[in-house]
């Protein structure tokens, strides 16, 4: 805390464990949210890339971003090892906004509608923004998802992994990476992403912060390069084979090519991208198993994979 010049009185009250931890810190007249980054996952290079972006984003568009909190040297990124750990860490502070997240027991329809909206400004900001020099983010590619150093890990390390479900889902990759490079890497469909754009990181905001209110969009600490559908994919992370996400899809359309034309050979390969981030997500539960989230999911989600693969095989007549 004496990194920041923050109230004596603050308290800090544990919020998320994932990749990064998160915390509340709470005085009576001071809120902010403090995140302390895993070891070894993003330079301190990348950091100041992502803070970049969500700044840019923030002041040219009609997304309304975290505000960032610099620290008493003036610097937005803080360097320093927490107690009881072994090594140092990269940390940030952003103002606390107040409010929940949409929703996400009734009607999903409106959220899913503002999340396309949202992420086709978002797609557009990123095709006229001038990146600052040495801009460097992680790649969210099959080579990302499914290569020798894949960014979260071998899936096939994955618990409940079998041998049948081993087999089907190697299928699922020979068929999305052939694919995936049928559909081709133009900077229209392939640039910078947010790669986490779920329910959860929108927050709708009463206004009582000082920048007003409104939906806020959060957490880019997975923002890369990567296609623009998978903004899509990750809005329905852990929920893809819930019966829903066909009007879901339908409501994130609509929102989406309000602001943003999406042609019809795009929108026919949105499935494609859907299971791409379930593939990730399989690697990510094997690789992060200490963290509570995977724990919760992992008994039957290789299971879900393979279901899912099968279909979508099947529909393409593999």
């Known amino acids: 805390m004496p990194l920041w010049d923050v109230p004596k009185e603050a308290q800090v009250r544990l919020i998320n464990v994932s990749e990064n931890v ?9 809120k902010s949210v403090l995140r302390i980054h895993r070891d070894g996952y993003h330079t301190r290079h990348a950091i100041e890339s992502e803070l970049d972006w969500l700044t840019a984003l923030g002041r040219d568009t009609a997304v309304t971003t975290p505000r960032i909190i610099l620290g008493k040297n003036g610097a937005r990124i803080q360097h320093g090892t927490p107690p009881g750990q ?54 969210w590619d099959t080579r990302t998802v499914f290569g020798p150093n894949a960014t979260w890990g071998d899936w096939r390390e994955a ?35 947010h790669a986490d754009m779920r329910l ?19 957490d880019f600490d997975d923002c890369g390069w ?28 609509r929102g989406y090519r309000s602001v943003r034309a999406l042609s019809a050979t795009e929108e026919a390969e949105i499935d494609t991208f859907v299971l791409l981030r379930r593939m990730a997500l399989l690697a990510w539960i094997g690789s992060h198993i200490e963290a509570p989230e995977p724990q919760a999911l992992a008994a ?12 979508y095989l099947k529909r393409l007549g593999h």
């Open 86 to 139: 072994p090594t140092p860490r990269h940390m940030e502070m952003f103002h606390f906004i107040d409010g929940p997240a949409p929703d996400e027991t009734g009607d999903l329809a409106p959220g899913f509608e503002e999340l396309g909206q949202i992420a086709a400004q978002c797609h557009n900001h990123v095709l006229s923004w001038q990146k600052p020099d040495g801009f460097t983010r992680m790649t």
């Open 200 to 218: 959860a990181n929108l927050i709708v905001s009463p206004g009582v912060d000082a920048g007003g209110g409104g939906t806020r969009l959060i």
């Open 300 to 311: 039957d989600f290789a299971t879900g994979t393979a279901k899912l693969a099968r279909a």
């Open 226 to 253: 990567g296609w623009f559908l998978y903004d899509f994919a990750a809005a329905i992370s852990f929920i893809e084979d819930d019966p829903r996400v066909p009007a879901l899809k339908a409501a994130w359309l």
């Open 159 to 193: 618990p409940g992994v079998t041998d049948d479900i081993r087999a089907m889902l190697t299928r699922l990759e020979t068929t999305l990476t052939a694919r995936l490079a049928d559909f081709g890497k133009s900077p229209d469909r392939f640039n910078l992403i």
């Open 22 to 30: 998160t915390y509340a810190v709470e005085a009576p007249a001071f």
